[in-house]
Structure formats: C-alpha cells, structure tokens
C-alpha cells in the first residue's frame, strides 16, 4: 500500500515527489527505491498534461456556446499564474529555464505546472518533456538529499535521548 500511496503522491499535481519521496521514506521505503520510484511517477505527469491539453482541455475549455464557464475561468486564471512563473526564466535560459523551474522543491513549481507553462508559452512538446525530466530528477535528488541527511539528524536526536 505504501508504495501505491508514494505513487499517487508522487502523480498528483501540487503534491508530486516533494510529498511522494517523504511519505515513502517516513513509511520504510529505502532512500535508493523511493527517489526513482516517485521520480518515474512524476514524471510520468508531463505526457499526462500534454495529453489533457491537448484532448480534453479543448472539450472542456470550449467556446463562447461550448465547454464549462467554471472550467475556463480556474484554467484561465492557473494558466496566467503559470506563464508568469515561467516567462522570466525561459526567456532568459529557454527550456533549461523550464527544467531549473521544476527542479525548485517548493509547491507549485513542479511537473504539471512546468509543463503547463511550457505549452503556454509555446514550447514543443519533445524539449518540454526533456526539460521537465532533467527538473524533476534534480528535484528528487534535492528533495531525497534533505530527508536523508534530516531523518539522519532526526535518528542521532532520538538517540541521544533529546526527543
């Protein structure tokens, strides 16, 4: 169940492998299982984007006498946060700009939202899923490195008797 559960994280939009790799890690996953674990799962999200987008984003999102007002309003509204995240970096480092973009381990910068930028502001599809691959494998490299050395802090705090 643990590794189901470190899969859909790692999936999910906003949560992805920042919440993905702790979750497996904090539950018995080793280290070296849980980063490539999560990681082929997040991204695993970028062709899901680009496939939404390109399918039924257009059904949803529609016309004046088609789609879902609500629909177009929350896309409208996430799509302008995502192109002014990314603008400023693609324009100065192009696709590297996307990949350092979703390397940040924070909410809101990872795989759906790079490559929702991405398709935004009119990347291709070949270079985003490269630029969004290279992002999240340093963001599990980052987000791994932290619950190593802070689980291994944690476990030399509980021993020493301060917890």
Known sequence: MKYLITAILSL???VELRGGIPFGMINGIPWYIAWPFATVFNILAAPLCWLFLSTLHRLFYGTEQG??????????????????????????????????????????????????????????????????TLGVLAAGAIVTTVMVLGLGAFRIFIKTGYA
């Open 12 to 14: 999910a939009p906003v």
């Open 67 to 132: 789609g879902f007002s609500w629909y177009r309003n929350l896309f409208d509204r996430f799509v302008e946060k995502s192109r002014e995240k990314l603008r400023g970096g693609v324009e100065k480092w192009g696709v590297l700009g996307v990949a350092i973009f979703v390397a940040i381990p924070l909410p809101g910068t990872g795989a759906w939202t790079g490559t929702l930028g991405a398709w935004v502001l009119g990347l291709s599809k070949r270079k985003t899923l490269l630029a969004v």
